[in-house]
């Protein structure tokens, strides 16, 4: 039992550590958008002014950009890093509310409770959290996408015609997710088996 309290209260610590750092990444992601924002009239003018085509694959999405042809303006720059902090917001949000989980569970061990109606609950909720941000994650590159081509209007030219969608949900998260909450039912278990211990004692 001291091994495991020792275990969850040096997890809790990275988990921390690795917390703070994912803040300060979305910090310099926001301070950079806003950058973006304000520059976008030039960022606009270098992007245009390219002569080579431009092919971005960003997992369930391949784009392939010909500068000839784009067709993009100030405004729809903008609102496009606009849609990129609001997605990056969301998932930024489902990673530190499991960050938060996690330290929970790792306190709750390091406090050698590892088997109390709490540790469940926070394990069950860590699971359907897992699976959902399975299904989140690979939407993000096809919504900023289907903006940028149908909300904001933009000519099938600035794409150069190519566009190949793909909508893949990050398996291993989802496997990883219903893991977990098999997990929960063990540590479901083991709680009834505390609590009849104590009732015994």
């Known amino acids: 039992m001291d091994r495991l309290t020792k275990i969850g209260r040096i997890v809790a610590k990275v988990i921390v550590v690795l917390r703070i ?4 990444g979305v910090a310099i992601l926001a301070f950079a958008s806003v950058a973006g ?6 960022l606009v003018n270098q992007l245009t002014s390219s002569s080579s085509s431009v092919t971005i694959s960003s997992g369930p999405l391949k784009l392939t950009i010909d500068p000839s ?16 902090l609001a997605l990056v917001a969301v998932v930024t949000a489902l990673t530190l509310r499991m960050m938060s989980l996690l330290i929970r569970i790792m306190e709750q061990m390091g406090a050698g409770h590892p088997f109390s109606p709490v540790m469940t609950k926070l394990i069950r909720e860590l699971g359907v959290l897992v699976i959902v941000y399975g299904f989140v994650t690979p939407v ?8 940028a081509i149908n909300g904001l209007q933009i000519p099938g030219g600035w794409l150069g015609g ?12 989802i496997i990883a997710g219903l893991l977990v909450l098999l997990l929960s039912l063990v540590f479901d278990y083991g709680a009834q088996l505390q609590k009849q211990a104590d009732e015994t004692l």
């Open 69 to 84: 042809a784009l067709a993009l303006t100030v405004s729809n720059l903008r609102w496009l890093i606009v849609l990129l």
């Open 21 to 24: 750092l994912l803040i300060v």
């Open 140 to 147: 993000v590159p096809m919504i900023l996408a289907g903006y």
């Open 162 to 173: 190519q566009v190949q969608w793909a909508y893949n949900a990050n398996g291993l998260a």
């Open 37 to 42: 924002i304000a520059a976008a009239p030039w």
